[in-house]
């Protein structure tokens, strides 16, 4: 049985964007990268809410073709084309889609039935607010967070309306040069 884990940039007080949804704070280079892709090679399945897999729609399918592209963008672009893609959107439709399924109902059974059959992890990348819809439905099994060195002050937050409290094992971490830390978490439980 797959689990949903959410894969997360973070900012040090827990803000994954600024007030408008800035995100230029946010350190890459080919350190995480590399470490990002062993992982994400590791599942065949991505969550999106609909704003960020329209972000992701607009560069990943050609991104590894363009002239110059860097080896990320030629391994990712060749992960995305070849991965299930489930998005959450009441007013995206399915017709013309290439492996992709749009979910605008019964959020939770819809899930745990594409969870049943994953046999692999389900990433759930960036989307704030999807992540909050399904934190809210306690449909998220585990966190893969970036922590960036810096202080937002204000943004959107990662964590949002929560009701109940969340335990957390710590799986792993991983320190970078450029001083962003990677933490993975399971919920106690799942």
């Not at 590399?34 to 609909?50: C, F, W």
């Not at 979910?103 to 607010?129: V, W």
């Not at 585990?142 to 309306?161: M, V």
Request: net charge neutral; hydrophobic share 35%; charged share 25%.
């Amino acid at each position: 049985m797959g689990k949903i884990i959410s894969f997360m940039h973070m900012s040090l007080d827990g803000f994954v964007a600024g007030p408008n949804g800035e995100m230029d704070w946010i350190k890459v280079n080919d350190e995480i990268f590399d470490y990002v892709s062993k992982r994400i090679n590791e599942s065949d399945t991505a969550l999106y809410g609909r704003l960020t897999y329209r972000m992701m729609e607009d560069y990943w399918p050609t991104a590894g073709n363009k002239p110059g592209a860097s080896k990320h963008d030629i391994e990712h672009s060749k992960w995305y084309m070849n991965a299930h893609k489930i998005v959450l959107s009441k007013t995206l439709k399915e017709e013309g889609l290439s492996k992709t399924t749009i979910i605008n109902n019964n959020l939770p059974e819809r899930l745990e039935e594409l969870k049943q059959k994953a046999g692999k992890e389900i990433l759930l990348f960036g989307s704030p607010r999807a992540t909050h819809s399904l934190n809210q439905l306690g449909l998220i099994d585990g966190y893969w967070l970036f922590i960036n060195p810096i202080i937002l002050g204000n943004g959107i937050p990662l964590f949002k309306d929560i009701r109940d409290r969340t335990k957390l094992n710590l799986l792993n971490t991983h320190r970078f040069e450029c001083g962003v830390t990677a933490l993975s978490y399971e919920v106690e439980g799942r």
